[in-house]
């Protein structure tokens, strides 16, 4: 006798390169927590689009909080722990990944403390960009007075509509002028070569993860937004190391024979999404697997496009790292934003558009200043906008979102 159970085919498939990138990420983390016990190399804090590849060329290993956020996300872990940072005066309307890293920290609580040869990472220098927002900066600066270590940052300017060489230059500076400090606390001598060789990989790497969300674009799609989520974090957390690229390149394989086979990431694709903002990072799975039963896949997303960076260049290793994280999603003007998001929509063959109005993180929430209605008069494309968190679910409503959800994607069937 059959058991009925083990015949259930799954309404979205499984990726199978996923334990090799949990490999990936076990021995990223392996390192760090190592350094942690040995006391070297020394450990930087980075913000996710800071200047990584610096920070690996001048010796440390790189811990990036925020990855620590969306895994307190996506552990659920986070909204019992926000209220420990409220309690010490970070408000509940700041981003939630600074307020569950932080009752983490107040808590000793961490989902890393089940991972093999756990360390506690403390920082020998914190690093932010602000291209994203504020609150990394507010985040690193709360470390700063527990840890009493160095601080460095660089301040870009935000709202551009065209990223100039003006732009450029302020943010290049900043980075240049991070160079000595560092290489201080490293005891490392500054290698120019070795600076350009981490740009290098870096480029690769974007290109790769570029190359990966663009299979999306096949019909049906092999990957889905909510696997494009966990899959992305090599490309985050392991810029300027070749063991990203390795991993996409495995991945890609895998995407390329689906992409051939004509396997899609769900079963029978019908419609055809593009996600605005955030993850709601506790609800990957239920999201996936209810967009699935709705015989649709999200293909797309801001989110997942934003560690998508074309301007690295190893013949202009400063400079150029500069514009990359410059001209990121985040830091454009809505003009630009939208022109962008109407080449995505075409790439991707999009059917409707879903905003995620996350309530603590107006950085990543492109509704509120008009943007769906001006996309839907230009692509004619329907939206709706969800309310909900990165990781504070009690901003989240699962019965509203299933019942918007399900009502929209009637809409596009009638369509
Ligand atoms: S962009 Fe949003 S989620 Fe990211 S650090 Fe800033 S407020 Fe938090």
Not at 9 to 16: A, D, T, W, Y
Not at 324 to 348: G, H, N, P
Request: overall charge negative.
């Amino acid at each position: 006798m059959t058991d009925a159970k083990t015949e259930e085919k799954p309404l979205v498939r499984k990726i199978e390169s996923r334990r090799a990138m949990a490999k990936a990420m076990g021995e990223y983390f392996g390192e760090i927590f190592e350094a942690a016990r040995e006391g070297s190399p020394k450990i930087a804090w980075c913000t996710s689009v800071g200047p990584a590849e610096l920070l690996v060329a001048c010796g440390f290993r790189v811990y990036f909080p925020e990855n620590h956020g969306a895994m307190l996300g996506a552990t659920r872990m986070a909204t019992d722990l926000i209220p420990l940072a409220n309690a010490v005066g970070y408000s509940p309307e700041i981003c939630s990944y600074l307020t569950s890293d932080v009752g983490s920290f107040l808590k000793g609580e961490t989902p890393m403390a089940k991972m093999p040869g756990y360390e506690f990472p403390k920082p020998d220098v914190l690093i932010y960009n602000t291209n994203q927002c504020r609150d990394v900066k507010d985040w690193m600066s709360y470390y700063q007075k527990h840890f009493d270590v160095p601080m460095y940052g660089v301040n870009t300017p935000v709202n551009i509509t065209e990223v100039t060489e003006d732009h450029v230059d302020v943010a290049a500076k900043q980075i240049e002028a991070m160079v000595e400090p560092l290489c201080e606390i490293t005891g490392v001598k500054f290698d120019y070569d070795l600076f350009k060789e981490k740009v290098s990989l870096s480029r690769e790497l974007s290109e790769k993860w570029k190359t990966v969300l663009e299979t999306a674009s096949a019909v049906p799609s092999p990957i889905n937004f909510f696997d494009s989520t966990i899959h992305m974090g090599p490309a985050v957390v392991m810029r300027g190391s070749t063991r990203a690229i390795d991993y996409y390149n495995l991945l890609l394989e895998e995407l390329n024979t689906c992409i051939e086979t004509g396997t899609g990431s769900i079963e029978d694709e019908k419609y055809r999404i593009y996600w605005d903002g955030m993850p709601i990072w506790g609800k990957l799975k239920s999201h996936s697997e209810h967009f699935a039963s709705l015989k649709t896949c999200v293909v797309a997303s801001t989110y997942c496009n934003s560690w998508i960076f074309d301007a690295f260049d190893a013949d202009d290793p400063f400079k150029s790292m500069a514009r990359a994280y410059t001209e990121l999603f985040i830091v454009r003007s809505d003009a630009w934003k939208e022109t962008y998001m109407q080449r995505m929509f075409d790439l991707y063959k999009i059917d409707g558009i879903i905003y995620h109005d996350a309530k603590t993180c107006p950085a990543n929430s492109n509704n509120r200043y008009g943007m769906p209605d001006r996309l839907q008069k230009d692509s004619g494309l329907p939206y709706i906008i969800i309310q909900g968190d990165l990781n504070d679910m009690r901003c989240y409503s699962e019965e509203q979102t299933r019942t918007n959800i399900e009502a929209f994607i009637e809409q596009l069937a009638e369509k």
